[in-house]
């Protein structure tokens, strides 16, 4: 005996959480609960404005239909489904069967967008290896390349990631590495997407040391991994890229080719997030995802993130949409 039901949620944001263009002051998106032999198992659904094709209504329609389908017993098609549909319902079915593993790894690598003294601080309070990210691209290109400078002198055995969301022309790209010393370009674990053009990236990467990894790329069509000088990882955002399936194969793909795999956040849920650091702790066991996406949130969803204080709502306070 099958049943699924689906719940609607719209979680208030901080106040400063911007997405490309806007800001986001409420995350919307869908929970799915399947039920099977007296078993319960959660997905979330959760497509982020500006980068899922789709919108909430749009994968939330295609959730019911998948998921009747999936009360009926019939075959589904998840890569024929929204990237969002995918990931959500894959991951429900993976906890029926038990298939992916409780351990999580939430030492997410910290992100800053801010004051990058308090950056410092958290870095040194941190175990293991220490990495962590930077948003750079958003000011001046110099600005960022004396801050990252300043980082790398400032904790010499720092792993730094830093993202530029493809803002950087060649010549800003060029600006920023110029104040990043030669000697401390290796304490670069990579720089996602320095420019618009993954082709200008890519010279980017061979003519200045500064290894690069793909975001924005993965999720253009035609794309396949392949091992190239200067690229060092590919990051995996599950709720853009589609069902577990889909992921692992990229992940196997990037080991294949000797690239990192890095599991990251669409600013899901704490119930995503949570399924999220399973997913990183499973297939990418030493490489620290990039989770560090709680504090953009005012509430939890369902299931709380380690350490995390903030107020969780619980399943019962959710308005049940649909059920077969
Ligand atoms: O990757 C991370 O560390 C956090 C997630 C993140 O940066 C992100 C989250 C949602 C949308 C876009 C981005 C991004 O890569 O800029
Ligand atoms: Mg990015």
Not at 70 to 96: K, N, Q, T
């Amino acid at each position: 005996m099958r049943s699924a039901k689906l719940f609607q949620y719209q979680l208030p944001m901080d106040s400063g959480v911007i997405l490309r263009d806007q800001r986001l002051i409420t995350r919307e998106g869908w929970v799915i609960e399947l039920c099977q032999d007296q078993q319960r198992a959660y997905g979330e659904i959760a497509p982020l404005p500006e980068f899922s094709l789709e919108t909430a209504a749009e994968a939330g329609e295609q959730a019911q239909q998948i998921l009747s389908q999936w009360v009926a017993g019939e075959e589904l098609d998840l890569d024929a489904a929204f990237p969002s549909v995918a990931f959500g319902i894959s991951c429900a079915i993976a906890e029926l069967a038990a298939e992916l593993p409780e351990a999580g790894n939430y030492l997410a690598a910290p992100l800053c967008s801010g004051d990058p003294d308090d950056l410092v601080v958290r870095l040194n309070q941190m175990p293991g290896d220490k990495v962590a990210k930077i948003k750079v691209g958003m000011y001046e290109a110099v600005r960022d390349g004396i801050v990252a400078n300043m980082l790398l002198e400032a904790i010499p055995d720092m792993q730094l990631r830093l993202d530029a969301n493809r803002q950087w022309t060649p010549l800003k790209a060029q600006q920023f590495a110029k104040y990043v010393k030669p000697e401390h370009r290796s304490g670069i674990a990579f720089l996602e997407e320095p420019c618009r053009l993954p082709s200008d990236s890519l010279a980017f990467a061979q003519q200045t040391g500064i290894n690069i990894a793909w975001d924005e790329t993965v999720r253009d069509a035609g794309f396949e991994v392949k091992a190239e000088p200067g690229v060092a990882a590919i990051i995996i955002k599950p709720t853009l890229i589609g069902s577990l399936a889909r992921c692992i194969t990229l992940i196997e793909q990037a080991h294949a080719a000797g690239l990192t795999a890095v599991i990251s956040s669409s600013i899901e849920s704490s119930l995503g997030l949570n399924q999220l650091a399973r997913l990183a702790q499973w297939q990418t066991p030493n490489v620290i995802p990039g989770l560090d996406t709680m504090q953009l949130f005012q509430v939890q969803l369902i299931q709380s993130w380690p350490d995390c204080e903030l107020p969780v709502i619980p399943l019962s306070e959710l308005d049940m949409v649909w059920h077969k």
